[in-house]
Protein backbone atom coordinates (compact mmCIF):
# COMPACT_ATOMS: atom_id res chain seq x y z
CA UNK A 1 0.00 0.00 0.00
CA UNK A 2 1.15 3.66 -0.86
CA UNK A 3 2.73 5.56 2.79
CA UNK A 4 4.27 8.70 3.47
CA UNK A 5 6.28 9.03 6.52
CA UNK A 6 7.02 12.38 8.05
CA UNK A 7 9.19 11.46 10.60
CA UNK A 8 9.18 14.67 12.70
CA UNK A 9 6.80 16.18 14.49
CA UNK A 10 8.04 19.47 14.32
CA UNK A 11 11.09 21.23 13.38
CA UNK A 12 12.62 24.80 14.93
CA UNK A 13 15.04 26.63 12.93
CA UNK A 14 15.90 30.13 13.45
CA UNK A 15 15.82 32.79 10.96
CA UNK A 16 18.21 33.12 8.04
CA UNK A 17 19.09 29.35 8.46
CA UNK A 18 18.19 26.62 6.11
CA UNK A 19 15.84 24.28 6.95
CA UNK A 20 15.04 20.66 5.78
CA UNK A 21 11.73 19.17 6.52
CA UNK A 22 11.71 15.57 5.74
CA UNK A 23 9.71 12.79 4.09
CA UNK A 24 10.03 9.31 2.99
CA UNK A 25 7.22 7.51 0.72
CA UNK A 26 6.45 4.14 -0.17
CA UNK A 27 4.47 2.99 -3.35
CA UNK A 28 4.52 0.91 -6.06
CA UNK A 29 6.42 2.20 -9.66
CA UNK A 30 7.24 5.68 -10.16
CA UNK A 31 6.41 7.82 -7.46
CA UNK A 32 4.33 11.71 -8.34
CA UNK A 33 4.91 13.19 -5.55
CA UNK A 34 3.85 16.80 -3.42
CA UNK A 35 4.14 19.46 -0.85
CA UNK A 36 1.59 21.21 0.56
CA UNK A 37 1.53 23.66 3.46
CA UNK A 38 -0.84 24.44 5.84
CA UNK A 39 -1.15 28.13 7.70
CA UNK A 40 -3.74 28.46 10.84
CA UNK A 41 -7.33 28.87 9.18
CA UNK A 42 -6.00 28.16 5.91
CA UNK A 43 -6.44 25.19 3.00
CA UNK A 44 -3.54 23.92 2.36
CA UNK A 45 -1.90 25.42 -0.48
CA UNK A 46 0.48 24.00 -2.98
CA UNK A 47 4.32 24.29 -2.79
CA UNK A 48 5.51 22.07 -5.48
CA UNK A 49 5.63 18.31 -6.97
CA UNK A 50 7.79 15.91 -8.76
CA UNK A 51 6.89 13.91 -11.34
CA UNK A 52 9.10 13.71 -13.93
CA UNK A 53 12.86 15.04 -15.03
CA UNK A 54 15.65 16.74 -12.54
CA UNK A 55 15.38 15.40 -9.10
CA UNK A 56 15.89 19.27 -7.22
CA UNK A 57 11.77 20.79 -8.04
CA UNK A 58 12.21 24.52 -7.22
CA UNK A 59 8.46 25.83 -5.80
CA UNK A 60 6.66 28.68 -4.47
CA UNK A 61 8.00 30.98 -2.06
CA UNK A 62 11.98 30.12 -1.90
CA UNK A 63 11.47 26.11 -1.23
CA UNK A 64 12.73 23.44 -3.02
CA UNK A 65 13.13 19.57 -2.75
CA UNK A 66 14.98 16.35 -3.81
CA UNK A 67 13.66 13.58 -5.11
CA UNK A 68 15.96 10.60 -3.96
CA UNK A 69 14.74 7.32 -5.89
CA UNK A 70 17.59 5.06 -3.78
CA UNK A 71 16.17 6.82 -0.44
CA UNK A 72 12.67 6.97 -1.20
CA UNK A 73 12.61 10.47 0.02
CA UNK A 74 11.78 13.61 -0.83
CA UNK A 75 12.75 16.29 1.57
CA UNK A 76 11.46 19.92 0.94
CA UNK A 77 14.56 22.75 1.78
CA UNK A 78 14.77 26.55 1.93
CA UNK A 79 18.15 27.90 2.11
CA UNK A 80 17.88 31.09 4.67
CA UNK A 81 14.19 30.45 6.83
CA UNK A 82 12.22 33.15 7.15
CA UNK A 83 9.81 33.59 10.28
CA UNK A 84 6.17 33.71 7.91
CA UNK A 85 7.28 30.42 7.17
CA UNK A 86 6.05 28.59 10.02
CA UNK A 87 3.71 26.66 9.62
CA UNK A 88 2.67 23.15 9.22
CA UNK A 89 3.95 21.49 6.11
CA UNK A 90 2.77 17.74 4.58
CA UNK A 91 4.30 15.88 1.77
CA UNK A 92 2.29 13.79 -0.32
CA UNK A 93 1.79 10.88 -2.80
CA UNK A 94 0.14 9.59 -5.69
CA UNK A 95 1.06 6.18 -7.37
CA UNK A 96 0.28 6.77 -11.13
CA UNK A 97 0.15 3.16 -11.66
CA UNK A 98 -3.13 2.98 -10.03
CA UNK A 99 -5.47 3.49 -13.17
CA UNK A 100 -5.01 7.09 -13.37
CA UNK A 101 -6.68 7.10 -9.27
CA UNK A 102 -6.25 11.09 -8.76
CA UNK A 103 -5.76 9.89 -4.65
CA UNK A 104 -3.35 11.38 -2.89
CA UNK A 105 -2.15 10.01 0.65
CA UNK A 106 -1.11 12.76 2.96
CA UNK A 107 1.44 12.80 6.06
CA UNK A 108 1.24 13.61 9.24
CA UNK A 109 2.14 16.89 8.70
CA UNK A 110 5.25 18.42 10.28
CA UNK A 111 5.07 21.88 12.39
CA UNK A 112 8.32 24.16 11.09
CA UNK A 113 8.83 26.64 13.80
CA UNK A 114 10.98 29.88 12.98
CA UNK A 115 12.29 31.64 15.71
CA UNK A 116 13.38 35.05 15.27
CA UNK B 1 -9.78 34.14 -9.40
CA UNK B 2 -11.56 33.12 -6.68
CA UNK B 3 -10.37 30.04 -4.94
CA UNK B 4 -11.98 26.88 -3.64
CA UNK B 5 -14.82 28.05 -1.12
CA UNK B 6 -16.15 26.53 1.76
CA UNK B 7 -19.23 27.66 4.01
CA UNK B 8 -19.31 27.54 7.36
CA UNK B 9 -16.16 27.77 8.41
CA UNK B 10 -16.89 27.46 11.82
CA UNK B 11 -19.54 24.71 12.86
CA UNK B 12 -20.71 23.77 16.67
CA UNK B 13 -23.44 21.26 16.97
CA UNK B 14 -25.03 18.50 19.97
CA UNK B 15 -24.32 14.90 18.73
CA UNK B 16 -26.85 13.30 17.45
CA UNK B 17 -28.07 17.00 15.10
CA UNK B 18 -27.56 16.53 11.93
CA UNK B 19 -25.26 19.26 9.81
CA UNK B 20 -24.52 20.10 6.19
CA UNK B 21 -21.35 21.61 4.84
CA UNK B 22 -21.24 23.30 1.33
CA UNK B 23 -18.29 24.03 -1.28
CA UNK B 24 -17.86 25.51 -4.75
CA UNK B 25 -14.99 24.47 -6.31
CA UNK B 26 -12.59 27.17 -8.51
CA UNK B 27 -14.71 27.87 -11.98
CA UNK B 28 -13.94 25.11 -14.92
CA UNK B 29 -12.85 22.41 -12.30
CA UNK B 30 -14.27 18.88 -12.93
CA UNK B 31 -12.76 16.81 -10.09
CA UNK B 32 -14.08 17.44 -6.78
CA UNK B 33 -12.86 15.90 -3.59
CA UNK B 34 -13.70 16.07 0.18
CA UNK B 35 -10.80 15.60 2.71
CA UNK B 36 -11.52 14.83 6.32
CA UNK B 37 -8.58 16.04 8.51
CA UNK B 38 -7.99 15.10 12.16
CA UNK B 39 -6.07 17.01 14.83
CA UNK B 40 -2.31 16.23 14.23
CA UNK B 41 -3.10 14.31 10.86
CA UNK B 42 -2.94 15.01 7.22
CA UNK B 43 -6.10 14.91 5.42
CA UNK B 44 -7.78 11.73 4.18
CA UNK B 45 -10.29 11.39 1.57
CA UNK B 46 -13.39 10.90 1.78
CA UNK B 47 -15.23 11.09 -1.55
CA UNK B 48 -13.95 12.13 -4.87
CA UNK B 49 -16.16 13.43 -7.73
CA UNK B 50 -15.68 13.68 -11.44
CA UNK B 51 -17.94 16.30 -12.66
CA UNK B 52 -21.43 14.90 -11.00
CA UNK B 53 -20.26 11.08 -10.89
CA UNK B 54 -18.86 10.08 -7.43
CA UNK B 55 -15.88 8.00 -8.70
CA UNK B 56 -14.55 6.62 -5.12
CA UNK B 57 -16.64 6.65 -1.98
CA UNK B 58 -15.24 4.00 -0.15
CA UNK B 59 -13.94 6.06 2.88
CA UNK B 60 -17.12 7.94 3.33
CA UNK B 61 -19.24 6.51 6.14
CA UNK B 62 -22.17 5.64 4.51
CA UNK B 63 -24.39 4.86 7.36
CA UNK B 64 -24.39 8.16 8.16
CA UNK B 65 -22.36 10.71 5.67
CA UNK B 66 -23.91 11.42 2.60
CA UNK B 67 -22.54 13.78 -0.34
CA UNK B 68 -24.02 15.00 -3.65
CA UNK B 69 -22.88 17.39 -6.54
CA UNK B 70 -25.81 17.27 -8.37
CA UNK B 71 -24.85 19.77 -11.09
CA UNK B 72 -21.63 19.17 -11.01
CA UNK B 73 -20.68 22.38 -9.69
CA UNK B 74 -20.60 22.62 -5.96
CA UNK B 75 -21.34 20.04 -3.57
CA UNK B 76 -22.84 18.96 0.03
CA UNK B 77 -21.49 16.69 2.52
CA UNK B 78 -24.09 15.67 5.44
CA UNK B 79 -23.63 14.05 8.74
CA UNK B 80 -26.57 12.64 10.05
CA UNK B 81 -26.60 12.12 12.96
CA UNK B 82 -23.11 13.43 13.89
CA UNK B 83 -20.94 11.76 16.87
CA UNK B 84 -18.25 13.15 18.86
CA UNK B 85 -15.70 11.70 16.96
CA UNK B 86 -17.24 13.36 13.92
CA UNK B 87 -15.42 16.76 15.20
CA UNK B 88 -12.50 17.81 12.55
CA UNK B 89 -11.60 19.79 9.80
CA UNK B 90 -13.53 19.04 6.80
CA UNK B 91 -11.82 20.12 3.33
CA UNK B 92 -12.89 20.67 0.14
CA UNK B 93 -10.74 20.68 -3.16
CA UNK B 94 -11.08 20.78 -6.65
CA UNK B 95 -8.80 19.95 -9.51
CA UNK B 96 -8.64 20.42 -13.37
CA UNK B 97 -8.70 16.91 -14.37
CA UNK B 98 -5.86 16.60 -17.44
CA UNK B 99 -5.20 12.87 -17.16
CA UNK B 100 -6.62 11.96 -20.55
CA UNK B 101 -4.86 15.03 -21.98
CA UNK B 102 -1.85 14.32 -19.96
CA UNK B 103 -1.52 10.67 -20.26
CA UNK B 104 -1.14 11.33 -24.13
CA UNK B 105 1.63 13.91 -23.34
CA UNK B 106 3.19 11.74 -20.46
CA UNK B 107 2.82 14.44 -18.05
CA UNK B 108 0.26 13.91 -15.22
CA UNK B 109 -1.16 16.24 -13.58
CA UNK B 110 -2.91 16.52 -9.85
CA UNK B 111 -2.68 19.86 -8.65
CA UNK B 112 -5.72 20.33 -6.29
CA UNK B 113 -6.46 23.33 -4.59
CA UNK B 114 -7.98 23.64 -1.24
CA UNK B 115 -10.96 25.24 0.15
CA UNK B 116 -9.88 26.85 3.90
CA UNK B 117 -12.02 24.22 5.70
CA UNK B 118 -14.75 23.82 8.01
CA UNK B 119 -14.50 23.13 11.80
CA UNK B 120 -16.59 20.84 13.13
CA UNK B 121 -17.04 20.49 16.91
CA UNK B 122 -19.47 17.75 18.16
CA UNK B 123 -20.42 18.59 21.84
Known amino acids: AQSVAQPEDQVNVAEGNPLTVKCTYS??????LFWYVQYPNRGLQFLLKYITGDNLVKGSYGFEAEFNKSQTSFHLKKPSALVSDSALYFC??????????????FGAGTRLAVHP | EAGVVQSPRYKIIEKKQPVAFWCNPISGHNTLYWYLQNLGQGPELLIRYENEEAVDDSQLPKDRFSAERLKGVDSTLKIQPAELGDSAVYLC?????????????????????FGPGTRLTVL
Open chain 1, 27 to 32: VSGNPY
Open chain 1, 92 to 105: AVRDPVSGGYNKLI
Open chain 2, 93 to 113: ASSLDLSGLAAEEGVWYNEQF
